[in-house]
C-alpha cells in the first residue's frame, strides 16, 4: 500500500501558538478585571455553551459517511482519515470549553479573599481568551464542510448525466 505522508500544518501550529502567546499575554495584564459575579459568568458560559454545541454540530456533520464518498475503497480510507483529524481537532476546540466551563464553576464558587482566587482568576482569563481565539476559524471549518458537499453533490450529478468537468 502507497501510504501517503501527511505534512505538517505550520499554519494550524502556529495560529494555536499565537492563540497561547495572546491568551497569556491578556491573561497577565487584564485578569484582575474579571469578576466572579453572576452576571459576568453566566454571561461567558452561555456563550461557550452555545459555541460548545456548534462544535458538536460541526463534528457531526463530518462524521456523517456520505462525507467520504470517493471512488475507490483507498480514496475512501484516506478521505476517512482526514476527516477523522478534523473531527479530533474539533473535539480538542470542544474539550477546552469543558475545561473553561469547570474552572468558571470553580471561579463562581470562590471568594476574592481565597488564596488560590488570583490564581484561578488568572487561569479563567486565559481559558476565556484562549478558547475565543480557537473558536474564530469555527465559521471557515463550516464554510469549507458546506463547499466540500456542495462540490461532491455537483460531482455526483455530472457523474451520473454523463457529463465531463
Known amino acids: 500500500m502507497n501510504k501517503k505522508k501527511r505534512e505538517i500544518e505550520y499554519g494550524r501550529i502556529a495560529y494555536a501558538a499565537s492563540g497561547v502567546l495572546i491568551s497569556l499575554g491578556l491573561s497577565y495584564l487584564f485578569s484582575d478585571r474579571l469578576k466572579n459575579t453572576a452576571d459576568i459568568i453566566s454571561y461567558v458560559a452561555t456563550v461557550f455553551s452555545i459555541l460548545a454545541g ?3 454540530a460541526i463534528v457531526s456533520i463530518l462524521g456523517e459517511p456520505s462525507m467520504i464518498a470517493e471512488s475507490s475503497w483507498r480514496k475512501d ?3 476517512a482519515k482526514e476527516i477523522q483529524r478534523k473531527i479530533h481537532r474539533h473535539t480538542d476546540v470542544f474539550v477546552l470549553y469543558i ?3 469547570s474552572a468558571l464553576f470553580v471561579f463562581s464558587l470562590l ?3 481565597d488564596s488560590i482566587f488570583k490564581y484561578i482568576q488568572s487561569s479563567c482569563f486565559f ?3 484562549l478558547s475565543f481565539w ?3 476559524s469555527l465559521p471557515f471549518s463550516l ?3 458546506q463547499q466540500k458537499r456542495m462540490n461532491k453533490a455537483i460531482a455526483s450529478r455530472q457523474k ?3 457529463e465531463s468537468k
Open 127 to 129: 481559558l476565556i481568551s
Open 77 to 79: 480510507f484516506y478521505a
Open 99 to 101: 475545561v473553561l466551563l
Open 134 to 136: 480557537m473558536s474564530l
Open 111 to 113: 471568594s476574592p479573599s
Open 54 to 56: 456548534v462544535v458538536i
Open 143 to 145: 464554510k469549507a464542510i
Open 160 to 162: 451520473s448525466q454523463g
